[in-house]
């Protein structure tokens, strides 16, 4: 079993900035595309930024030239850092990957357990 363990949630004022990290653990062959998620309140669950295995990225309109999306191979872990956060960016954050467990396998999505992130004065 895998698993995706998000951090770096929490309370920042307007304007602020937060830094989501997002490890995956477990047993697989491979990673592929790694991505954030968030889901507000009452809303659906809404793609934020996704970077393939190859690093290319793709931002949902609301956050770009606001948010990066990073990832480190080596530890298996996907960073989204978020500059001159809004109320509107207040949302559960989740992260996503497909794992492959095999050479010739197919990708199979995982999700984490998502981390709160509010932006508040």
């Known amino acids: 079993q895998v698993q995706l363990v998000e951090s770096g949630g929490g309370l920042v004022q307007p304007g602020g900035s937060l830094r989501l990290s997002c490890a995956a653990s477990?047993?697989?062959?491979?990673?592929?595309?790694m991505g954030w998620h968030r889901q507000a309140p009452g809303k659906q669950r809404d793609m934020v930024a996704v970077?393939?295995?190859?690093?290319?990225?793709t931002y949902a309109d609301s956050v770009k030239g606001r948010f990066t999306i990073s990832r480190d191979n080596a530890k298996n872990t996907v960073y989204l850092q978020m500059n001159s956060l809004k109320a509107e960016d207040t949302a559960v954050y989740y992260c996503?990957?497909?794992?492959?467990?095999?050479?010739?396998?197919?990708?199979?999505?995982?999700w984490g357990q998502g981390t709160q992130v509010t932006v508040s004065s």
């Open positions: 970077i393939t295995s190859s690093g290319s990225t």
């Open positions: 477990g047993r697989f062959f491979s990673i592929g595309a």
């Open positions: 996503n990957a497909g794992f492959r467990y095999s050479s010739a396998g197919n990708y199979f999505g995982s």
